[in-house]
């Protein structure tokens, strides 16, 4: 008969790291404040005994050490940038994601998604591009530890993680601007009319500005539909059925783009010979050699990182709010060019 082996516990850990049981409690729950010489000498502790949390014993005390993650849908090849980044950052604590899709466009949808969440005792909660009003988020917030991802609202009750979607949008546009385009277009989102806390919003108003500024406001052309394969497949055939039709297209996002691809190829054209396509997000898949996407990167794993990190701050104890800004780069690939003749 094989003999049971003993649970290593969390004493034998503190004793094995020569600290106090209190000591070891805070660095598995990623407390705020424990300094990094201590966590190195726990996580060495349990690496070397193979101690593993019991999930199930954590929850009676409070926890359940998971996190609640609200995405708008699945379909964003982005969005798996930043649960990457985000499990990678919370995994070490012991946490696990639990995911919801919010459907993005209805606030009533989104409510029902959130206190589902709430529902099954998440610790935290991290909202990836929410369309509700900030009231609801800081409804959300007076209860359960919130880190918001894509919304450029300041408030007091919960942290942002969010990209300067003006520069990015900015280099977008400058880039085609920079190649000879004059008649340039852009897919938004028909969210825009919302809120301007709203990324959608900020790179539609820069588009225009930045076109603007460079006194083409005459050749300014939008198609409002969404940040998806159909919207962007959509807005493209609008826009070339115009004319004169455009010979450069900004999409809000990558998804946006990929259906401005398709639309493009369907009608005869070629890109980057007849039509520029550049998109937004830089998602891996951009850089395929048959899609090669002209794409501003906002680099997804490392928001993602960055989330985790705040949640479980704010699990920890952490009241502060806390907005992180990320800077986007351009990255160009073989989907736009010169315009060519007319």
């Known amino acids: 008969m094989a ?25 598995l729950r990623d407390a705020y404040g424990v300094s990094e010489a201590m966590r190195l000498k726990v996580r060495a502790a349990i690496d070397d005994l193979g101690y593993r949390p019991h999930n199930a014993a954590r929850a009676m005390r ?4 998971t996190i609640g993650v609200l995405l708008p849908h699945i379909r964003n ?42 529902d099954r005792q998440v610790d935290g909660v991290f909202w990836v591009a929410p369309a509700c009003a900030r009231a609801q988020l800081e409804q959300l917030a007076e209860d359960t530890p919130l880190v918001v991802l894509g919304r450029h609202d300041r408030s007091s009750r919960y942290d942002c993680v969010l990209d300067d ?12 601007i920079g190649l000879g385009h004059r008649r340039i277009a852009h897919i938004a989102d028909s969210l825009v009319s919302r809120s ?42 609008e826009l070339l059925s115009r004319d004169p039709r455009p010979t450069a297209i900004f999409a809000g996002s990558d998804q946006a783009a990929f259906g401005a691809l398709a639309a493009v190829h369907e009608a005869g054209l070629t890109v980057p010979g007849d039509i520029s ?4 997000d830089n998602a891996r898949v951009t850089g395929l050699a048959h899609i090669a996407l002209t794409s501003v990167d906002q680099d997804g794993a490392l928001m993602g990182r960055t989330a985790g990190r705040l949640l479980l701050e704010r699990i920890g104890g952490r009241t502060a709010a806390v907005r992180f800004s990320v800077t986007p780069t351009l990255v160009t690939r073989r989907s736009t060019a010169p315009p060519g003749p007319e």
Do not use: C, N, W
């Open 3 to 27: 003999i049971r082996q003993r649970r290593v516990t969390i004493t034998d850990v503190a004793r094995h790291a020569q600290v106090s049981t209190t000591a070891v409690s805070k660095v």
């Open 62 to 65: 409070g926890r359940t050490f």
């Open 77 to 118: 090849p982005f969005f798996a940038d930043i649960i990457d980044g985000l499990t990678d950052e919370i995994s070490a604590g012991g946490y696990q994601a639990i995911m919801v899709q919010s459907g993005g466009r209805d606030p009533a949808a989104e409510r029902r998604a959130s206190d589902a969440l709430v």
């Open 165 to 176: 979607d003006e520069v990015g949008a900015e280099l977008a546009v400058e880039h085609l």
């Open 196 to 237: 301007t806390a709203l990324l959608q919003t900020i790179r539609a108003a820069t588009y225009e500005r930045v076109m603007t500024e460079h006194g083409l406001a005459g050749h300014i052309a939008v198609a409002s539909t969404s940040y998806t394969e159909e919207g962007g497949y959509a807005g493209t055939r």
């Open 277 to 280: 396509v550049a998109g937004y």
